[in-house]
């Protein structure tokens, strides 16, 4: 729930922004600052609570440390490449893709009750998905509207 509160937050605070330095909102650039402000939060977080991350993953994946860190960094770099003109419409494609990977993995987590902050099985559960799948919903099209149209 937190990566939705940045989005949001970062989102009415950049329109406020380019209104107060432009004279005028500026929805797309406040769509990718947004985007590219929850992914690097969400980055972080694969370095604070990289235990709890691997736990997140089947177990048929090898080397889970390495892909938390691995798609942590694919997440810096992608907020980094939605500003690049020439890579934004591909970073925001590859985005897209990688919302819907990692949804299974969100969705087992939540499924075995998995905390990732505190590496335990005494997390939310399954209610959570009510909120989880439509924030990826959101992601996407979010990713599709600011990034690629």
Do not use: C
């Not at 993953?57 to 500003?83: D, H, S, V």
């Not at 970073?91 to 335990?120: C, M, Q, S």
């Not at 909120?131 to 990826?136: E, H, S, T, V």
């Amino acid at each position: 729930m937190k990566p939705f509160f940045v989005l949001i937050v970062v989102f009415i605070v950049s329109n406020f922004s380019t209104l107060l330095l432009k004279g005028t909102v500026d929805y797309f650039f406040s769509g990718k600052i947004a985007l590219a402000v929850m992914l690097l939060f969400t980055s972080l977080g694969h370095l604070l609570y990289t235990e709890g991350m691997t736990l997140m993953l089947p177990e048929f994946i090898p080397f889970k440390k390495e892909m938390i860190y691995a798609t942590g960094l694919l997440e810096a770099l992608a907020a980094i490449g939605l500003f690049v003109p020439q890579m934004s419409r591909i970073t925001g494609i590859l985005l897209i893709v990688f919302f819907l990977l990692v949804l299974p993995t969100n969705i087992r987590a939540n499924l075995k009750h998995i905390n990732y902050e505190t590496a335990t099985f005494d997390g939310p559960g399954p209610n959570y998905l009510w909120f989880r799948i439509p924030f990826q919903i959101l992601l996407i099209a979010w990713t599709y509207y600011f990034a690629i149209r």
